[in-house]
């Protein structure tokens, strides 16, 4: 592809010129400033600068060693030493004629595919799933794509919280407080009430807290009955799980809660300890580490009952991963909170299993926030379920699409309907930078303008509509492209650089940068089909044109896919 080869013969350049360097931080990005060129590289510089030469002279000695005559115009050197590139106009023409022919989508697999494991969504049995799943959930399943869509093997898998002290609780105002009928109707919610309603009861009742650390204990120790009732629990959540998925359109490839490492945990406290690792303190076992960070953090591993917690599980379940999968990286999606608990897990398997090479990486994400700036939560305080979400999204959209297509059918409105409002939902939470808070807006997410779900499905739906307007014979397939229109020929570049940001995206874990690339994407159309006709167009102009517009379509589509997000051919 493109922008990866004129980075591999820039880092071949500096190579031949400085054998010992390390160029794996010399990149090439879209140029912010198009009028100096395509591409620009400035790593060369602190290079430069580090070895005490001149970064101007230096920019150009690896000049005089780089071969990409295939792609550029001459390469030049720009303020402190910049490097800029600007691509032939008939390099540009052959990368969209072999995309036309379907060889390509500005994209290509990696020759050196990886093995990537992603824990997404995760969450707890005999609890609601609510908003601050919905980012891990759609945000691992979106990265788990974009890997995918460049060639490496994808793991996806629900580490659900089906284990637990609470399950002491659940046990005991199951057994005692059941309402059958309520759990008929929104088992999880009557599940929650029951733990709420022990939950408070343990507080002032000493006996209550003895039953349920009793119940525990049974269920631990392996008693019939409790091992019953806590599956019941289990399928219960993961069946209102399931239809939550299923309306967002997201699977996972393995589903391996908690519990599938119960076997494994004292053997791993007593690895631990047996290290030297962990130690004793007033009979729980704890961690202690050297580095600044995590000086003042010891984790726990086993509590002073003799339990194993969430740390000792995620150190057997990385264990698993490592054993069954070789993975090279590991990811982790989760809220901010858990920063310090995946600082603590990564510093800690590395000390116990010192050879391993997996780069572990936890994509945490801010907050969402209602519009007054606070948590998001119902107007009466509660917790938003995603069930309830998911169904207002689908309604205001509906209302959307009404307004500006009365005249489609209902049965086809509701189903724009779904695509749009789910979309929105997905995409308002992609769109922005991961780790800061993200406040919650419907008109926001549901505008027709803007970097905005309906905005870009509009423009999809503009594309294809031009295609509903052709015979069936016309052809697609140009000889070449001219590109001799300035919108033409910006269209054509930014089409060029699809992969590059999915690249970009998968390295930093940043789904947001596609939803700018599409939003850009969408914009270069819009000046392009406003000044360059298509349909009125004729001989070679139209082709090209159209091929233009169909590419547009595909990359489009295809982006907004790897967000998750469904498209329509109407709206
Ligand atoms: N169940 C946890 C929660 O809801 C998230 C688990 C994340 N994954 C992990 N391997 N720790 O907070």
Redesign the pocket.
Known sequence: MIQLNLQEQLQKAVLSLMPDADVSKILVRPCPEPNFGDYQANALIGLAKRNKLDPREFAKQVIGKIDVDKFCEIVEVAGPGFLNFRLKTQFISDTLLSACKGDHLFLSASEKPRTIVI??????VA?PMHV??IR?TILGYTLAKAFRLLGHKVIT?N???DWGTQFGKLLFGWKEHLDKNALSIDALAEMERLYKLVNAACDNDSKVLERVRYELVKLQDGDKENLLIWKEMIDLSRHQFDEIYSRLRVDFDETLG?SFYNDRLKGVVDELSESGIAEESEGAKIVHFDSKALRKHPAMVQKSDGAAN?TT??LA??EYRENSWQPSEVI????GR?QL??QQ?FELYTRWQPEHEMKLNHVWFGAILGEDGKPFKTRSGEIIRLNHLLNEAEQRAFEVVTEKSPGIEEDERREIARVVGIGALKYADLSGNRQSDYVFSWDKMLSLVGNTAPYLLYAYTRICSIFRKLDSDTILIPKSFDLSDLEELALAKHLLRFGLVLEQVIEECRPNFLCNYLFELAGYYASFYESCPVLQAEGDVRTQRLALCDLTGKVLKTGLETLGLETTERM
């Open positions: 824990d997404y969504s995760s969450p707890n609890k601050g799943h891990s898998d580490h659900i919280g908690e969430y599980t995620d379940t990385m982790y999606v989760t809220d858990q608990h995946f897990l």
